[in-house]
């Protein structure tokens, strides 16, 4: 197997102790929002082979894709990692938004790249043209939103507030209460952040908000969470387009399923996520990056519902090994509870990514036992066969289905 380096995302919403906690570091100041494990091309994992050289996970994947990743993946997804495992430590909100299916995924990047649009432009949508289903597993409270509720529960979180935008939304939903409306709402809270008084708009709202959960709001937690967002994000629509949406909390070991197409965004907390390997993100709102409408509005499910929660699978005598099981082919996640009274077996065979979270774990194969301290992770290839985890810590398992 293959010890890991990895790298840090320094998105301006993360936390900057959460991570540097994990790791074992001294914080600097600076948000630390995301750790990549994997081998998506933009940020791949360092894999330290047995010389002590190191190799970028990509490549070493494309070098032995069978012995690495076993026929069955790499027949099925080509000589690559079909997922991205990551660790999130949010203090604020993420972007409200969403991410394409396959077909969108292919045709919006080949179309960008033959616009000759670089990657790192800041008007680019595709970064890559896979899919982005996606997991989130709570390490510590974790709060969302995923969804959207429906029009009757729309309206009345709408209901007695002021400004033209509450209006807009309000009169589409009169019309048409499918989600053929719900698309129409949104459309207009989304066009309004090109309109010169979209922050006057958005004040007018917040403020009658404030006043009413002054007043002792029965919808005390969206009207916070709109408040929350409006200071992070001033003027911008998104905080009121969260009373559009489902507000979720997650305790430590819930989890949350997000598919392709569903809008979403993570407000706060700490957390283990794992997705099918891609970048593609299309932002919606509560950011001041580009704002792609025409590929938001293909790309997105209008459909209320609410949000998913993947089926669950206990193993050990004591329920040590929690697998959570997204509908999608790419990834599920593991999560185990090690203590020294039982040695726990991950999950078959194929790639494996495991991190450890909190204290220390040894993984044990046939070819002896590798030490896994707090913070350390590795790829697990194929070829390894069966392993186990013993020791006294929790730790974080990616693997393919």
């Known amino acids: 197997m293959y010890h890991l380096a990895n790298t840090i995302q320094r998105y301006a919403w993360g936390s900057a102790t959460l991570l540097p906690a994990l790791l074992g570091e001294a914080p600097d100041g600076r948000p630390a929002a995301e750790l990549w494990l994997g081998a998506h091309p933009s940020a791949p994992s360092l894999a330290r082979r047995a010389d002590g050289s190191d190799v970028r996970l990509d490549e070493l994947l494309r070098s032995d894709p069978v012995r690495l990743l076993g026929k069955r993946v790499s027949d099925e997804f080509g000589p690559r990692l079909p997922y991205l ?9 993420l972007s409200l938004q969403v991410h394409p299916k396959p077909h969108l995924a292919r045709a919006g990047f080949n179309r960008e790249n033959q616009q000759g649009i670089p990657l790192d432009a800041a008007h680019r949508s595709f970064q890559d043209d896979q899919h982005k289903p996606e997991m989130i597993v709570a390490v510590s409270q974790f709060e969302a939103l995923a969804g959207f509720r429906n029009a009757r529960s729309i309206g009345s979180l709408l209901a007695g507030l002021d400004g033209p935008l509450v209006k807009a939304v309000l009169d589409e939903l ?3 209460r499918s989600a053929r409306g719900i698309r129409a709402a949104f459309q207009r809270l989304l066009a309004a952040r090109s309109g010169s008084s979209c922050s006057e708009a958005c004040l007018q709202t917040i403020d009658s908000i404030r006043a009413r959960a002054a007043a002792g709001s029965p919808y005390e937690r969206a009207d916070a969470t709109v408040l929350r967002l409006a200071e992070q994000y001033p003027g911008d629509p998104g905080a009121i387009a969260s009373l559009l949406l489902n507000r979720v909390t997650l305790e430590p070991g819930e989890a949350l399923f997000l598919p392709a197409g569903e809008i979403h965004a993570y407000i706060s907390g700490f957390g283990v996520e794992v997705m099918a390997s891609s970048d593609n993100v ?9 704002v792609d409408e025409e590929a938001i509005f293909e790309a997105t499910s209008f459909e209320p519902r609410p949000p998913t929660v993947p089926s669950q699978e206990l193993a050990g005598s004591r329920g040590q090994s929690v697998t959570y099981r997204p509908p999608v082919r790419e990834f599920a996640l593991t999560m185990v ?4 009274t039982e040695p726990v077996p991950l999950p078959g065979r194929g790639p494996r990514t495991l991190i450890c979270l909190d204290g220390a774990v040894e993984l044990v194969t046939a070819a002896g036992r590798t030490p ?3 913070g350390r992770s590795v790829f697990v290839p194929h070829h390894t066969g069966a392993v186990s985890l013993v020791g006294d810590g929790l730790a974080a398992c990616a693997w393919t289905p």
């Open 174 to 176: 009169a019309r048409d």
């Open 282 to 290: 299309l932002r919606a709102g509560l950011t001041s990056k580009h």
């Open 372 to 374: 896994l301290a707090q």
């Open 337 to 340: 509870d090690v203590d020294e």
């Open 85 to 93: 495992l990551k660790v999130l430590a949010a203090d604020r909100a």
